[in-house]
């Protein structure tokens, strides 16, 4: 399974910016996709997930500011709509899916390789 992401860049305190990230591979079921990030000096930190169903989750400090969305025929595209970007919302981002590759196969977590958002005040 892999995971592609892109996006990211810098921009503006009160701009806007989408991240993308698309999984391939052999996925026989995603339980969950979503979207860390690791500010410097700090820990990775869950942003928003949305499961099969389309349930989100977001964190407190991001409520009303992003929204996450899955799309594609197998639903393994998910992006995050960020707006009204405040620089403590800068970081590496990175995408999450956890799903498994077989009906018997325990659920896994895999990661994309992150995409720098850097919000200048």
């Known amino acids: 399974v892999q995971l592609q992401a892109s996006g990211g860049g810098l921009v503006q305190a009160g701009g806007s910016l989408r991240l993308s990230c698309a999984a391939s591979g052999s996925i026989f079921s995603i339980n969950y996709m979503g979207w860390y990030r690791q500010a410097p000096g700090k820990q990775r930190e869950l942003v928003a997930a949305i499961t099969s169903g389309g349930s989100t989750n977001y964190a407190d400090s991001v409520k009303g500011r992003f929204t996450i969305s899955r799309d594609g025929a197998a639903k393994n595209t998910v992006y995050l709509q960020m707006n009204s970007l405040k620089p403590e919302d800068t970081g590496v981002y990175y995408c999450?899916?956890?799903?498994?590759?077989?009906?018997?196969?325990?659920?896994?977590?895999?990661w994309g390789q992150g995409t720098l958002v850097t919000v200048s005040s």
């Open positions: 999450n899916l956890r799903g498994r590759l077989g009906f018997s196969s325990s659920w896994s977590d895999y």
